[in-house]
């Protein structure tokens, strides 16, 4: 087959094979060969237990029936025709999650990219912002969740505040209910995690913006172009990889959003109204607190080809693989 | 600063007539970071009546101490609430400091071999972890259960409601191997080579030469991985389900705002003592948080 390249063949007639092998191995040294396996032995260990193993078990288990204290049974594709035609809050669960990444990813990129470029700038107090923008990113997530619901409750400081201004639409007791509406309470999520997720992809957008070079904005300000124009045709292409990034991992951890769901719902998971119930809350409700375990597992399934496609996706837009 | 006469200074594609609109938003966007966390500190400190009341007092008028000494577990014959943050506390810095070391050394380790030595699949290994920073981790919710609790008894299982079943599965990262091979790959091979030359064995060379030089690479490591660990909520939660004594801080905290839902000083105190242990490591190590997030492969 290689004849048929029209290039030079070193090999005419295909490398001879034993040569290869021998080849292949002869560059290694023995004492690398055995260290190196003696190293990677333990952290691989790990790695593939709690990852390839889980990843491959979690496939074996959502095809049985198992409630764990009893011996798993063979079922087939129950699991899946269960939470596809039977369970109505599978589907449910999906949609809010595809939902709310659709909202939260294009929001949350923009206001890090918006960030990162005032912050860019030569201005006093850099650092001060940097810092106070950064760390609603680096606060736990259950806390950082129950600031905000101090915050906008139905008594809370916000509904005070728009009792003043008298802003917002007037709901049963005359204030918004951010965190008990079903029509907003998503929402909320979203709002609360623009604002923390953000802080972590505007210092990657920083590092990025730093290494474009300056005098690639001088010229082009020779040229006359403005603002506008220079983030467009200059940073916006320059920074793809950085983009790249943070659009696919923003896209994988918005579609495994759990925390803020699980503690706004306060044991309650979904509510209002199953209007925060996501996919992750599905499967944690479904496998660890109903025992069914298969079901949970089906459902982590069907989670995980969501995830690739959509990452296969961004690829395709975005069309520029970060370093990895 | 010569050669730039005719050619205005400026860092970036905006001139300095719209930095005035951007110190708008930057003070403006401050405040609205800010006011959530000082709210809540100063909630922290008021009776719950005064939490409740309209219009909201913002600094407390009678400042107490009420709920921190409820939360911290000082107060349990009067409030009636048994809760122990200090015990949640407990749990958190013993399993964020194992995780962090279990990092530190096997991610070293492994980046280790990755960058230096030289054996079969080598790269195949490295691309198989490199390619699971792309896979959600939530995949591996119910099959990480279903092994915690079926780990034999040999091995001191099951796991489920155990500090090995909080630090072991997570002491390895594929971001982390990431980071050190990265690092090792920037040193210069010359000083390893001296030490075997001074008859050093493999191990000797990254214990002795290479992990103390990779200090910058390790301490970044350390930095997330341990507010990793610290804010870590959803996996944390189901490990520690059947064994309410090995709650982390967030697993605590959430539980303590299911069963006291209208407890607002206590709350926001809990929020606070998750809160400030990482507001003080931040301080001091941002430039750490920053650096890791800024190797997150895009300088490769």
Known sequence: ?324 | MALSIGVRKRSGPFEMSKRAVFYLILIGYTVMSTIPFIWSGLTSFKSQPEAAQTPPTGIPINATLDAWKTVLGFNSSISGINVDFLQYFKNSLIVALLVMAGNLFFDSLAGYAFARMRFPGRNFLFYLIIGTLMIPAAMTIIPVFVILAKVPGFLGGPWLGTYEGLTVPFMVTAFGIFLMRQFFMSLPVELEEAGRMDGLTRFGMYWKIALPLARPALATLAILQFQGSWDSFLMPSFITQSNPSLYTLPVGLAQFSFNYLNYWPDIMAGAMVVILPILVVYVFAQRYFVEGLSRTGLKG
């Open chain 1, 1 to 324: 087959m290689a004849a048929q390249s029209g290039l030079p063949l070193a090999y005419p007639h295909g490398r001879p094979r034993v040569g290869r092998v021998r080849g292949y191995f002869r560059q290694f040294h023995k004492e690398d060969v055995v260290m190196g396996y003696l190293f990677l032995l333990i952290p691989m260990a790990i790695f593939i237990l709690f990852f390839f193993v889980a990843m491959v078990f979690d496939l074996w288990i959502s095809i049985q029936q198992w409630a764990i204290i009893d011996t798993p049974k063979f079922v087939g594709s129950t699991n899946y025709n269960y939470i596809f035609n039977i369970d109505p809050v599978f589907w449910i669960a999906v949609k809010n999650s595809i939902e709310y990444a659709l909202v939260v990813v294009p929001l949350q990129t923009l206001l890090a990219f918006t960030l990162a470029v005032i912050v860019n700038q030569n201005i006093r107090g850099k650092k001060f912002f940097r810092t106070a923008f950064y760390f609603p990113s680096v606060t736990s997530s259950v806390a950082i969740t129950l600031l905000f619901m101090w915050l906008f409750n139905n008594n809370g400081l916000v509904n005070y505040v728009l009792s003043l201004v008298h802003l917002g639409p007037i709901g049963p007791f005359g204030t918004v209910g951010f965190l008990t509406d079903p029509n907003l309470a998503l929402k909320s999520i979203i709002g609360l995690n623009t604002w923390t997720t953000s802080g972590t992809y505007m210092i990657i957008f920083l590092a990025a913006l730093q290494d474009v070079p300056r005098d690639m904005y001088e010229a082009a300000a020779i040229d006359g172009a403005n603002a506008w124009q220079a983030i467009r045709k200059i940073t916006i292409p320059l920074i793809r990889p950085a983009t790249f990034l943070i659009v696919a991992t923003g896209l994988i951890g918005a579609i495994q959003m759990f925390d803020q769901a699980f503690v706004m719902s306060q044991g309650n998971p979904g509510s209002p109204d199953n209007s925060t119930l996501t996919m992750v809350l599905y499967i944690y409700g479904t496998g660890i607190q109903g025992n069914q375990y298969g079901r949970a597992a089906a459902a982590s399934f069907v989670m995980f080809c969501i995830i690739f496609v959509a990452t296969l996706l961004v690829r395709r837009l975005i069309r520029e693989e970060a370093a990895f």
